[in-house]
């Protein structure tokens, strides 16, 4: 289908631009964050349903994206597909496995595992995740507690929340939604979850014993970890194989890194600054990308029977789709799929996964405070 092809990766120069030209041309109200002026993200990957900020990013990546050379002489084989990685698939697997252990822990020790989550503002995305984890959590089993706060809220009150939660032995995970407000420091912020609840794995200590050897983070962040977590049970061998991210965020790209490391994989990292990030991609048996520019990653990108994990989620105008936009990754589905061993889609693989680590994270806090085996 013509208009399937067009609108998606055949014409680099407009994928490339696409974010640009988001920014420039800003999508439907829906996207907005309101009331009020479009925050910035400071999560820019997972946090990118939301285009109106991707400027700066966009530019940055076209730099990138300039860098890299003719993305048109992909290497297609014509006969080859590859398999797809099912993420909805494998998370709903995952959490039925969590649903499972959570009844068991009831039925022994009478504990049901407790996540707090934080929202500050009125984003609609937002708005969206936090009402998804919850309803994930309650199929579970999971308790979930929810603080709303206003856009205009202190750096202090949040923190005394996050305190509160510290405190409170029903709350085994405490999740402060990001991005937050632009008056707000996630650092302070992200410092004042205890290093035993924080589910999401974005205290400095956790990302400080991931990145050491022989030791162990209490908690690995969920998008990562979803995304290793598809590799293993898709069959793909880690050790000893080359393995490239692209993106290097705090929350995505170099966790991913440090978690692919940590598997005996040698690792690179491609971001805006690098010279040949074509190459050095096509190097690699593994491909994590995480940088946020809709179907940057060409099939040209790709060396034949490579494993791809695609962690973005942009959205692209499509008129001919019900909500005008749809999502797609940041890798180019159509080419790579042709080229790859195996790929995850978007949406349906690792977006999932990540609701269904969190779970995951929650329960294992709950055992561990508990002692529960
Ligand atoms: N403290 C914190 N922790 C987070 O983990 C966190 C966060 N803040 N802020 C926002 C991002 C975003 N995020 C996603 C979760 C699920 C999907 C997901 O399930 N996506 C579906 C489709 C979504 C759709 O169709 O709109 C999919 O990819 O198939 C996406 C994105 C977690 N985030």
């Given amino acids: 289908m013509a208009s399937t092809i067009l ?11 696409l974010p640009l030209r988001r920014a420039l041309h800003p999508p439907p109200p829906r996207f907005r964050p309101s009331p009020g002026p479009a925050p910035l ?9 939301t285009p109106l900020p991707l400027l700066p990013r966009a530019r940055r990546m076209a730099a990138l994206s300039a860098a890299a050379s003719s993305a048109d002489s992909a290497t297609v084989l014509a006969d080859a597909s590859a398999k797809i990685i099912d993420g909805k698939l494998v998370a709903k697997q995952i959490r039925e496995e969590v649903g499972v252990e959570i009844a068991r822990m009831k039925d022994a020790i009478g504990v049901v595992p407790g996540l707090a989550v934080i929202l500050v503002g009125s984003r609609k995305d937002s708005q969206t995740y936090v009402r998804n984890k919850k309803k994930a959590c309650d199929a579970v089993g999971i308790k979930s507690y929810e603080v709303n706060l206003p856009e205009d809220a202190s ?11 510290n405190d409170d032995p029903s709350v085994h995970g405490i999740l402060v939604q990001l991005p937050l407000p632009h008056h707000m420091n996630d650092e302070n912020i992200l410092n004042a979850v205890s290093i035993e609840k924080d589910v999401d794995g974005f205290h400095p200590v956790n990302i400080g014993r991931l990145a050491m050897q022989g030791r162990d983070p209490f908690f690995v962040p969920c998008t990562p970890k979803g995304c290793m977590e598809l590799l293993h049970r898709s069959g793909v061998e880690i050790k000893g194989k080359r393995a490239v991210v692209i993106g290097r965020s705090n929350i995505v790209g170099t966790p991913a ?43 040209s990108w790709i060396k034949p029977g490579a494993a791809i994990i695609d962690v973005g989620i942009n ?6 789709s019900p909500r005008g936009y749809r999502l797609v990754g940041d890798v180019c589905f159509e080419e790579a799929s042709k080229v790859a061993g195996a790929i995850t889609p978007v949406p349906g693989g690792v977006g999932p ?16 405070i508990h002692k529960f085996k």
């Fill in 7 to 17: 609108s998606d990766c055949s014409s680099c120069a407009t994928s490339r631009l």
């Fill in 41 to 49: 993200p400071r999560r820019p990957l997972l946090a990118a349903v």
């Fill in 155 to 165: 750096e202090y009150e949040v923190i005394k929340h996050i305190a509160t939660f």
């Fill in 257 to 299: 890194a440090l978690l692919l490391q940590k598997a005996n994989a040698t690792v690179s990292i491609v971001h805006s600054k690098t010279k040949n990030p074509e190459e050095i991609t096509r190097q690699a048996d593994i491909i994590i990308a995480a940088v946020g520019v809709a179907n940057l990653v060409r099939g």
């Fill in 315 to 320: 959205p692209v105008d499509d008129p001919a």
């Fill in 353 to 368: 996964m990540t609701i269904a680590m969190l779970l995951s994270n929650t329960l294992d806090s709950a055992k561990r």
